[in-house]
């Protein structure tokens, strides 16, 4: 379940953009998307969602 914990994930996709890698923050944010629907059948949070351009969603 650890895996799975949005938190964590967030604060890696903050240190991407905090870098200005962008790319990599959108590559994070999707495998985490995959998870999140493959494990538990759910999308991810707003709050998430936020962190990425829209374009990129």
């Known amino acids: 379940m650890e895996s799975l914990r949005e938190s964590a994930h ?3 996709m903050a240190a991407h953009l905090s870098e200005g890698n962008v790319i990599e923050a959108v590559r994070h944010y999707r495998a985490y998307r995959l998870l999140l629907r493959d494990e538990l059948g759910v999308e991810r949070s707003a709050q998430l969602a936020r962190m ?3 374009a990129h969603r």
């Open 52 to 54: 990425i351009p829209a």
């Open 10 to 12: 967030r604060a890696v």
